[in-house]
Structure formats: C-alpha cells, structure tokens
C-alpha cells in the first residue's frame, strides 16, 4: 500500500509544469511571464475536472514560502490529513456525496454521469500522473482517491 500526497501539492506541480511547457513550446524556453497564466490554470481545471476558482484556491494554498505554511502541511501529512492509500486495481465506488454538495463547480454532463452511477462498482485504474485514478469501464472521467470508496466484493463459488 503506497500513500499519495495530494490536492494543493499535485494542483502546484501541475501548474508550474505547465508554465515550463508555455515557455518553452512558444518562447523557445525563455520565461513568458504571466502571458499563459489564463491558459495554465484553464488547463489545470480541465485535468483535475474542478472549477477554475477551485484550482486557483488550491494552488495558492501551496505557493506561499513561508516556513509556517510549510510546517502546517508536514503537519496535515502527519496526521494522515492529506495521505490516501493506493486504489489502484480495487473495486470503488464514487463517493457521490462529495460531488453533490458542490455540484455547482462541476458539468452537468459530470453530475449527471454522477449521478446515475452512484452504485456502480468500478475497477480503479492509475493515470500516468500516479495520483488520479481513471474508472474501468468510467467513460474516461479522473478521480482523486479521496473521491473513491474501496469496496469489499465476495465471489460466491
């Protein structure tokens, strides 16, 4: 069982690598400045399918450099605040609850796939990024862990 740090980290990694790709894709690998700032976050809310201002609050939560953030998120990942096990290849389900409370952020193609698969039981498959997980048989949707309810299936013989 491998444990994933997840959310601000994986939302600020992402962005700055984005930045990188911005950079060197149309500047020849020469800084850019804030020119792609719209488009990297854009593409950080469509990878991680949350809204913008969800994306942008997460990112901003692991950017400050002061020792006392830092010291706060060692913490969190010692109190297993922000450590979640390694699903891949385990029945899940979607913990639908965590979507319909904040159903406004999401689309409603989402909501709606959501929604009529609340009691489906899904093989969790890694993405490549090791911290999201894609649903066997999901229509292509990615899942953080913490969206994801392991379940405990018997075969009967």
Same mark, same amino acid.
């Given at each position: 069982?491998s444990? $994933?740090?997840?959310?601000?980290i ?6 700055q690598? *984005? @930045? ?7 500047? #020849?690998?020469?800084? %850019?400045?804030?020119?792609? %700032? $719209?488009?990297? /976050?854009q593409?950080?809310? $469509?990878?991680?399918?949350c809204?913008? #201002?969800? =994306?942008e609050?997460? @990112? ?21 605040e922000?450590? /979640?096990?390694d ?5 899940v389900? =979607?913990n639908?609850?965590?979507?319909? $409370?904040n ?7 989402? =909501?709606? /796939?959501i ?17 999201? @997980? ?5 229509n292509?949707?990615? /899942?953080?862990?913490?969206d994801?309810? *392991?379940?405990?299936?018997k075969i009967?013989?």
């Open positions: 069982m444990n $994933k740090l997840i959310d601000s994986q939302v600020y990694n992402y962005v690598n *984005r @930045y990188s790709h911005y950079d060197k894709e149309f500047n #020849k690998g020469i800084y %850019t400045g804030e020119k792609y %700032t $719209k488009q990297v /976050f593409d950080a809310a $469509k990878h991680f399918n809204s913008l #201002k969800n =994306i609050k997460l @990112y901003s939560e692991f950017s400050y450099t002061d020792i006392d953030k830092a010291l706060n998120l060692i913490n969190k990942v010692k109190n297993n922000l450590i /979640f096990e699903l891949s290849g385990e029945f389900k =979607i639908v609850d965590n979507y319909l $409370k159903d406004k952020q999401y689309t409603k193609v989402f =909501i709606s /796939f929604k009529e698969n609340k009691d489906t039981i899904f093989t969790a498959v890694k993405t490549s990024t090791n911290d999201l @997980y894609e649903l066997q048989d999901g292509g949707w990615l /899942f953080s862990a913490k994801l309810i *392991r379940i405990e299936v009967n013989e």
